[in-house]
T-cell receptor
Framework: GAGVSQSPRYKVAKRGQDVALRCDPI?????LFWYQQALGQGPEFLTY????????KSGLPSDRFFAERPEGSVSTLKIQRTQQEDSAVYLC??????????????FGPGTRLTVT | AQRVTQPEKLLSVFKGAPVELKCNYS??????LFWYVQYSRQRLQLLLR??SRESIKGFTADLNKGETSFHLKKPFAQEEDSAMYYC??????????FGKGNQVVVIP
């Protein structure tokens, strides 16, 4: 079946522009995660949804970052007034269940954002 | 706070030689550790998790709580093992904290 998909795959934005990154999780997956991966680093947690509820946004680096999942399926990560330090790969992951039941997180291909 | 450390950035090994990727963690709760792998031009995928105690593609990893380590090992490296490997710790029930990753290059 189809895995997690993300669009666009590449995005170039001028500093100060707003961007919106989309994630389509695996159908039926309850949990959805966003991670940010800077060059040469591992992914870092940004935010987490359980269905439509955003249960943790502690990893969002500033109030310019906003995520939503209004119908508990597709999610959008929005970055307002982009800065050069926002340049990174943004990864989306989904998992079937919730809680600490060793749920495997399935990752999307990522969106590479470059802010010029 | 949770932390995952992978000290070596790049590891080059000859085909058939053993490979070991080191991972140390710090976490106040009960640790649950994973290894993720990213092959060239592919997405990040789970390689193995400590609770399943299984060998995947010849790789094994043992959780050592005393040394707070979860090193990944394979006795005989193959060319197809060339990839980026990330150690990850599950915290807060379902968030993952990743290390910086190890680039493994297997030389034919």
């Amino acid at each position: 079946g189809a895995g997690v998909s993300q669009s666009p795959r590449y995005k170039v934005a001028k500093r100060g522009q707003d961007v919106a990154l989309r994630c389509d999780p695996i159908s039926g997956h309850v949990s959805l995660f966003w991670y940010q991966q800077a060059l040469g680093q591992g992914p870092e947690f940004l935010t987490y949804f359980q269905n439509e509820a955003q249960l943790d946004k502690s990893g969002l680096p500033s109030d310019r970052f906003f995520a939503e999942r209004p119908e508990g399926s597709v999610s959008t990560l929005k970055i307002q007034r982009t800065q050069q330090e926002d340049s990174a790969v943004y990864l989306c992951a989904s998992s079937l269940l919730i809680g600490r039941e060793s749920n495997e997180q399935y990752f999307g291909p990522g969106t590479r954002l470059t802010v010029t | 706070a949770q932390r995952v450390t992978q000290p070596e950035k790049l590891l080059s090994v000859f085909k058939g030689a053993p490979v070991e990727l080191k991972c140390n963690y710090s976490y106040s709760g009960s640790p649950e550790l994973f290894w993720y792998v990213q092959y060239s031009r592919q997405r990040l995928q789970l390689l193995l998790r400590h609770i399943s105690r299984e060998s995947i593609k010849g790789f094994t990893a043992d959780l050592n709580k005393g040394e707070t380590s979860f090193h990944l090992k394979k006795p005989f490296a193959q060319e197809e093992d060339s990839a980026m490997y990330y150690c990850a710790l599950l915290y807060g029930n379902n968030r993952l904290a990743f290390g910086k990753g190890n680039q493994v290059v297997v030389i034919p």
